[in-house]
Structure formats: C-alpha cells, structure tokens
C-alpha cells in the first residue's frame, strides 16, 4: 500500500501568512501579465465535462481523413490518443525515441490506477476521488481538471478490460481492488507489481492495431528534435532518424506532446535512460509556457546509490514501509558495523520517534526529507559515495519475528527478490536499505481545459502537461491521468480545433520550416565539432548533483541562488568542452545525449527560479524558509495560490512569469499535519 | 576487478564487423552489467574511440529494451535481462564475450543494436482485441475465473526482448507469438479473433524469416520472465484448430 500524499489526522485550517513582501527571485525573472485559462468551464463542477463535450465542435468522418495529427511520445497518455484517433479516422503520425512504442517509460509503473468504481461500496465515489487528489495536489491543481478526470477515470478501467488486460482478480472472477496511497478507499486495481506494462501492452496493442489498418504509421527511433510554429500555430516537427541520422520534417494539423516527464534533469532517477524534456523544451522555446517546474515527487523507498557508476535507481513499492521498520544507528562510530551488531537501545527508529501517530507510513515527502536530515547528520549506512552515507535501514526482523517468514515472502517476495538481485545481499537476514530518489515530475507544460499548450494547436497530454497532480501526486494517480487524457480527454478537444482544418498545406521550404531545420542542424553540427574533453555523461551527472543538492528535497534561498551561478558556468563550459565522437549520419547515442543535456541545463535553471519565486512548502516542494516551529510544511494559501506558468524570451533575457490564479469552488483549503 | 572484454564492433548494418578486445580495470561487483559498458564507454571517449552502441531504457528489466548476448548466452549466466545482472556474477580476471542477439529476422544495426520491429508487425496481425474507445461494456459485465486471470498474466509479462529468438538455434519466435496467443485466448474477450489472430500472426512470423520450432527449449531457458514452453503447445492447439475451422 502506498502512503497517503496528504492524509490528516488533524486539520488546522488556515495557513499562516507571510510577513511583507517577499520576492527571493526578483531580478531572475519579468513579471508578465496573468494567465487565464480561456476554455475553463462554468457551471457546476459536475456537469463541466458533458458541457465542454457537447460544445466542442464535431469533424465530419469524411473530413478526418484528410486531417493530419502529430504525437510524438507512445506511452500511456500517446499510445491511448494514437489508437482512439486512428479509430476515428484521422491520419495519425507517432513518434517515439526506443525500438518499438511497447517499451516507454510508463511499462515500469509497478503498483496500479486508480479508478471511481466503488466496487467495495466502501463510500468511494468521483466526488471522494476529485477530493483526495485536490487534496493530494495540496490545493495546487485546477478542479475543473481534476474532477473531470476522476469522472472518466470509470470508463478506463472498461476500456482495458476489453482490450484484455489482465488485472487481478478475485476467486469470484470479479476484479480486485486495493487500497493505496494511504486513502481510506480501494480503488486500486493492479496487474500483480506490473501495472503500468500490462496497461501499456494494451494500449501498445490497441496502436498497433491502427496501424495494420493503415491510419497510424509509427516512427520508431526517431527523435523529436523542434517544433514548427507557422502563423502562431503549432503545424509539425522536426525528428532525426536515429539510425541514419537523418534530419525529417513532417507537418501535421496539429501536434501532440505525450513526451513523459523531466525527472532526469536529476542524472540520477527512477526514469528511463532517455526519458528527456526535449520534445517540451523545444516547444516551451517556440512559445509554450512552462508551469510549476519546480514540483518534483521524490520517492523514499528507492534502492541506495552504490558508487560514481550508478547510471539510474530503482524503486521498490512503498507497501515495505507497512512492516518495515526505519531507522539508524544513534551514533556515528555504529554506521559501517553490521547492523545485526548494533544493540536496540542504539538504534533511532526516528520517523516513530518524531510521528508518533503515524511512524514509519508518514507521506512520501516527510519520510524522503527525514532520511535525509539523518544522512546529512552524518548518520547514513551503507556505502560512501563522494564522502557521505546515503542511506537508512528498512528493517523487517521484527516484521518476520511476528508473521513469520513465510508470510513476509508472501507479501513482499518479488520485491525482496529484486533487491537481493541488485545489491547481493539478503534483505531476509540483513536490514535492506533505501533511500529517496527523484520519481515523477507534476510540473510540465502548461494547459488549459481542452490540454492545449499557449501555442494553439500544440496539445499536451500525460506527465509531460502540468494539469491535475497540483504540487504533489496521489500514488496510482499517474496511469489514470495518461490514460484519462489519451483515451476520452484529448480525443473530444481536439475535435473543437480541427473542425477548421485541414490548414493551408506548408511547404518544406517555408521559412519556419527551413529555420527549424537549421536550429537542429546546428546544434549537432557544434557538439560534433567543439572535441572538448569531458564526456556527455560527465556534464549530465555534476548538473545532477546539482539539482539534487540545491532544488532536491529541500530548498532554500542561498542554496537555489549558488545553484543557477552553478548551472550557468556549468553551462557554458558544456558548450566549450564537450566531447562528442561519431558522426552526424549514423546511429550516435552521445549525440542523442548531448542535445538532451543542453535542454536539461536550461530546464534546471528555470526550475531552481521557479522554487525561488514559490517561497512555502506545499506538496513535493519544500522551502526551507517556509516551515512550522516543529519543522513541518508549511503553505502560504494568500499569497501563493497560483499556477507559475513561464514564457521562454529568449536566451539572454530573464524569463517572464505568468500567474494562473487557483480558485476553488467545489472544495475548501485545508493545511495538513501529521503530528 | 579486471576484465578483459571481446566485444562485437560494426558501423552499419551494411559493413561487415568483427571483435575488437578490451581490457577494463576497476570494475566494482556492484555494477551492473550495463554500468560496466558505461565505464567501458567512458573510458574510449577519452582515448578518442567511439563509444560502443547498445539498447538500454528503464534498466530495471521492465521494458525489454536491452539485450546481449554474454558467453554465449542470451542476457548471460543468470535468469535476468542484461540490465538486470550484476557484475558479481563474473569474477576477477574474466574474459567476457559480448555480441548482439543474433538471427536473420534481427539484423544489426551497429555494434550491439540490433533491429527487433518484426515483432512489432507480428503483433500488428492480430495480437491485439478489436474494440474501439469507448464502446467498452462495464467491467464486471463479464467475471473471469481467477485462475485463466492469473495465467493470463503471467504469459502476460513477456517483455519483447527477444532473447527467445536469440538463444533457438532455429531462431523461432515462437516463444514470444505463444504468450500473445496464450494471454488473449485465455480470456472471454479474446475469443472471437481467436482463430484469426494465430492464422495471421503465425504467417507474419514465417513471412519475417523467424525459422520453425522443434522444441529443443532453449528458448524458455534464455527468457527472463520464464514464460513457460507450453505456450508454444497452446500456439499450435489453436492454430490446428483453426485450420479446422476452415482457416
Ligand atoms: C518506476 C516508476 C513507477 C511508477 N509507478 C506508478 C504507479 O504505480 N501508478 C501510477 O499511477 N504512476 C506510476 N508512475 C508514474 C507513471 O508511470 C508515469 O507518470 C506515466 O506512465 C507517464 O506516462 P506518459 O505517457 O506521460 O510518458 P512515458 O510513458 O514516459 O512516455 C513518453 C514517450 O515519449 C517518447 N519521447 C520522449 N521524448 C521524445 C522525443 N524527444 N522524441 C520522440 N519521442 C519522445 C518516448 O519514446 C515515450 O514513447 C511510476 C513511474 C515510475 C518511473
Ligand atoms: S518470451 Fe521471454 S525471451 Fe521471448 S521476448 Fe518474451 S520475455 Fe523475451
Ligand atoms: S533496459 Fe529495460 S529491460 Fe533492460
């Protein structure tokens, strides 16, 4: 079971406010006009949706055939809009940088989707499901989204068990649920630990179905590397081939994003090796707004880092933490012994120690920035890289003393399993250890009702848009969303758009097109040519570490600041001393590499501004200056109730902050606490 | 500890290869194998070699993006993805042998890469239930006996990695069709395309250049989610039947 993202046991009302007017980023950004979200709907939150369906305008089946549509990205959120606009006959073209879409990063989604069924009748509802993830979201969602997903979220789980996805069931026959997140609800349903692959295949079927029809053709390994912006409007991209090296350009009516998310802008996460923020960066240049990029989830129960190697890390469910106890040694001389050494009375089990109530199931975020301060103190386990232990212990000997081994194998084998595989040491007889690692990202391009971006035709579904998580995500929320979006959100706005299509056609020598041509010719002509001294990789980590120090779990002001000094001279030597061997017309993984990490340097700087500008903690972001006497979260509803959505000016110019006011109407703020 | 690394080398598709060796020091056990070959990559970048190409994704055994051939054989010594196994499995002054998977129907791209969409054009032949969005019935409408659920997903859970077609000696993707056929003729859902869906998969299979099964079992050895054999037995169940039916 995964823990609560914001369960309360006692809920003071009311945030405190702030004293005078603080703008820790002022002279980092250009105040910009407010942001209003021109299709959000009226009227009462649950007949928003029917409304917004009913008023889109419909395309004619004879005309969509001649209406060309762009996704790039064939996880949940792309291969879901993929299969359901083949099927309507549109003309379809998807993108994706692996071998075959079956294989994006949404395949490794292990514990399972939420959904509204109320198949327990335990008092579960769409209402309860809008409540928990607004709440979830800390009050930094839209509700209008919000609901709106809950309500589709029903009609997936019917959809993927048509097509054949085989979720866990009940002697009965009768799908099984099960509580997640710490809500007080089951409305989890789950594959076994292989949620996110199971829901995916079906989806990947579902694709590839159209494309045996002929409505969608797939690029494979191919690279979205710009978006082309004719007259203000989002008409194609440009993509290189992978393999040959070939620079593309194909044009569409309109362009999809369902590009994943961000969170390897930290080097080190529990995302693919290639998930990027390209295909969203390159289309937040060309005039998309970029919102709440500083919302980072980190996850605490992730596999420790073993050394300077370490190319991603591994999550393991957070179920472990309902039997595992937390702790480290009280002393420091006690943290390179075996920890089957270390008598109890020196062991500090400090989430019990300091909650009580709610012990070693706090949420996410409590429990990553505890395991922190304990490791910063100088108390962590396990190995030393670069001079500090990052780790604490999950102990199960209490856990297997009271249920036996047996059940404790029952429980939690697979998971045992894959940490004996990585670390070679049994977790049966040796406290396993965990540490938090950056996993999901709520910030992304900024959307309104219908998911399009600031440049019309320029939609964004899935973990790449910023829509409906808020400042933190509810666990199994996140499968729900790409799935809400691909399958019954995207495919009824979209149609509003395209009924004034089919657009003039573009030719390949537009200058938009040529100019978009050229950026991408340009930026691998000078990685290919700078011969510098360090390797991609090398840059990537030490930005990593950067973000990881400086806007990881917890920020502050003097931290972000050095952070985007640190950023930018790293930047610049990037440019300068990059090493990137191979040629252009080949396949040339330093390459895809390179252009990722120049994104990921502009993406970061912007992240560090953007947690400068939002001085409270709220969900995921915790700013050190903004806490309660005890250490606790704490947000400032008066004077942060708003969406950052950020305009690219350019290079050499600060960016402009665009504020999207959040108002609720269905649902009244609350501030949480754990103690 | 130290190795000494064969590794295949090729441009292109259309230049021919060869085994280049390599020696790599300071390898620590807790690397895994993928790791390795980073450090292996980091270390000709610096001498000005090109690094070597090699798929890899999630590295956490899910999305079955990797795929080598280690001494011979298909992910190496242990019941895993090459992402997945540690450089404990080999010790201190080792030679290791490192080729891409191997078969007509997966011709090299470059060096360790190889080209795997024939599995995606089996699937586009009918690995799949027709159901548009939308036009789904409630869920519960129709109860499936817990037991075909829980072995639906398990043949479920082949990754497509392609290490079945690797290690057969026929190179048959049998393996890999049988647990499509297998997962969706278990369930109420995937009956109506169900004769449809072998006849064409399996002519898709041939028509790739994927040889004929002869149960030599390799297949089911080499596969890191231990899909079973009797997939393969499903596989020509339902195809006789088809034929039967007219097929
Ligand atoms: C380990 C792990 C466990 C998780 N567990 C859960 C869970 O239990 N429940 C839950 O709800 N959520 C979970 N999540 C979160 C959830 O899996 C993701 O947020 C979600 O799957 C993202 O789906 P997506 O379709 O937006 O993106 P992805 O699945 O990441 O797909 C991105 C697609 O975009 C393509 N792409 C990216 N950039 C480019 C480019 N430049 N050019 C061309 N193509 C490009 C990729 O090839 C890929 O096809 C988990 C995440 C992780 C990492
Ligand atoms: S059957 Fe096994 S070996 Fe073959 S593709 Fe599937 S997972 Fe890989
Ligand atoms: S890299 Fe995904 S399975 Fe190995």
């Known amino acids: 079971m995964d823990m609560p993202d914001t369960v309360t046991s006692t809920e003071a009302s009311a945030s405190g406010s702030l004293d005078g007017d603080y703008d820790d980023a002022a002279g980092y950004y250009t105040p910009g006009s407010p942001l209003v979200d021109a299709k959000a709907p009226e009227g009462p939150i649950a007949e928003r949706w029917q409304n917004r369906k009913f008023e889109a305008r419909l395309v004619n089946p004879a005309n969509r055939r001649k209406l060309d549509i762009i996704i790039v990205g064939t996880g949940l959120a792309g291969a879901s809009a993929a299969a359901t606009l083949g099927e309507a006959g549109y003309n379809v073209k998807t993108f994706c940088y692996q071998d075959s879409p079956r294989r994006a990063h949404s395949i490794a989604a292990q514990g399972g989707i939420n959904a509204a069924k109320n198949y327990k009748e335990d008092g579960d509802s769409v209402h309860r499901l809008f409540y928990d993830t607004v709440k979830g979201g800390d009050y930094r969602s839209r509700e209008s989204n919000v609901y709106r997903l809950a309500e589709v979220s029903t009609n997936i789980i019917d959809q993927c068990v048509a097509q054949g996805v085989p979720f866990a069931r009940e002697y009965g026959g009768l799908l099984d649920n099960r509580s997640f997140g710490g809500v007080q609800v089951s409305r989890t349903f789950y594959a076994r630990g292989q949620t996110g692959q199971q829901l995916l295949i079906g989806a990947y079927q579902a694709l590839e179905r159209q494309v045996a029809a002929g409505t969608v053709s797939m690029f494979s390994r191919h690279e979205m590397l710009e978006l082309i912006v004719v007259d203000g409007k989002a008409r194609g991209i440009i993509a290189r081939d992978m393999i040959t090296g070939e620079i593309q350009t194909h044009v569409a009516d309109v362009v999809v994003l369902a590009s994943g998310g961000y969170g390897n802008v930290f080097y080190l996460s529990t995302n693919a090796m290639g998930s990027n923020v390209t295909a969203a960066w390159r289309a937040h240049r060309k005039g998309a707004y970029m919102a709440n990029p500083c919302y980072t989830q980190i996850h605490p129960t992730c596999i420790p880092v073993t050394g300077t190697h370490q190319s991603k890390l591994t999550l393991m469910s957070e179920s472990l933490r309902n039997d595992g106890r937390i702790w480290v040694p009280k002393n420091q001389a006690d943290c390179d012994k075996d920890p089957r050494d270390i008598p109890e009375e020196d062991r500090d089990y400090y989430l019990e120690r300091i909650y009580p109530s709610f012990g070693n199931l706090v949420p996410r975020d409590i429990a990553s920035r505890a395991a922190k301060y304990q490791c910063d103190d100088g108390r962590g386990v396990g190995p030393e890289v670069d001079g500090v232990r990052r780790g604490v212990y999950l102990d199960f000997a209490d856990a297997i003393a009271r249920l036996g081994r047996d059940s404790v194998e029952a429980k939690y084998g697979n998971l045992f399993d894959m940490y004996a595989r990585i670390t070679g040491e049994d977790p049966y007889s040796v406290p396993m250890r965990i540490y938090p690692a950056v996993h999901y990202v709520m910030g992304g391009l900024w959307v309104d009702y219908d998911l399009q971006s600031t440049i019309p035709g320029l939609f964004v579904t899935g973990e790449a848009n910023f829509s409906d998580h808020g400042a933190n995500r509810l666990g199994a929320s996140a499968l729900m969303q790409g799935l809400a979006d691909g399958y019954f959100v995207l495919p009824h706005t979209i149609r509003d758009y395209l009924a004034d299509g089919p657009f003039e056609p573009i030719a390949e020598d537009h200058p938009a097109v040529v100019e978009a041509q050229e950026s991408v010719k340009g930026r691998i002509e000078h990685f290919l040519t700078v011969n510098g001294e360090r390797s991609v990789d090398s840059y990537h980590r030490e930005l990593g570490n950067i973000m990881w120090e400086y806007c990881g779990m917890e920020r502050t002001e003097t931290g972000l600041k050095k952070a985007i000094d640190l950023i930018r001279s790293l930047k610049d030597d990037f440019y300068r001393n990059v090493k990137v061997l191979g040629g252009a017309e080949t396949l040339n993984q330093s390459l895809e590499k390179a252009g990722r990490v120049a994104d990921f340097f502009e993406l970061g700087e912007l992240m560090c501004i953007d947690a400068l500008n939002r001085r409270e903690s709220c969900g995921g972001h915790f700013r050190g200056e903004s806490q309660t006497e005890d250490g606790e979260a704490l947000r400032h509803d008066e004077e942060y109730a708003y969406v950052s959505a950020w305009e690219w000016a350019g290079d050499d110019a600060a960016p402009v902050l665009h504020k999207e006011d959040l108002v609720y109407t269905a649902i009244e703020m609350k501030q949480r606490s754990y103690k | ?247």
């Open chain 2, 1 to 247: 500890m130290n190795l000494t690394l064969k590794i295949w080398r090729q441009q292109d598709a259309s230049t021919p290869g060869a085994m280049h060796t390599y020696q790599l020091a300071d390898v620590s056990p807790d690397m895994s194998f993928l790791e390795m070959l980073d450090v292996l990559n980091e270390q000709l970048n610096a001498e000005g070699e090109e690094p070597i190409a090699f798929d890899s994704d999630c590295r956490e055994g899910i999305c079955g993006m990797c795929g080598l051939m280690i001494n011979g054989d298909a992910h190496g010594p242990e019941v895993t993805t090459t992402c997945q196994l540690h450089m404990r499995s080999f010790s201190d002054g080792e030679t290791i042998t490192i080729e891409p998977w191997r078969s007509d129907a997966f011709p090299v791209i470059k060096d360790l890469v190889v080209d795997r969409s024939a599995f995606d054009r089996i699937i586009q032949q009918g690995g799949f239930i027709s159901v548009n969005t939308g036009s789904a019935p409630e869920a519960h409408s129709v109860p499936v006996p817990k037991d075909d659920a829980d072995r639906a997903f398990n043949v479920a859970t082949c990754i497509g990695c392609g290490a079945c077609v690797a290690a057969c000696p026929n190179g048959s993707a049998s393996l890999f069709m049988g647990a499509k056929i297998t997962h969706l003729g278990l369930l109420p859902q995937g009956q109506p395309e169900r004769d449809e869906r072998v006849v064409n998969m399996v002519a898709q299979h041939d028509h790739e250049g994927f040889g004929g099964c002869t149960n030599i079992g390799e297949c089911t050895a080499a596969c890191p989610k231990e899909i079973p054999l009797d997939v393969i037995s499903q596989l020509n169940k339902d195809l006789r039947t088809a034929i039967k039916h007219g097929h």
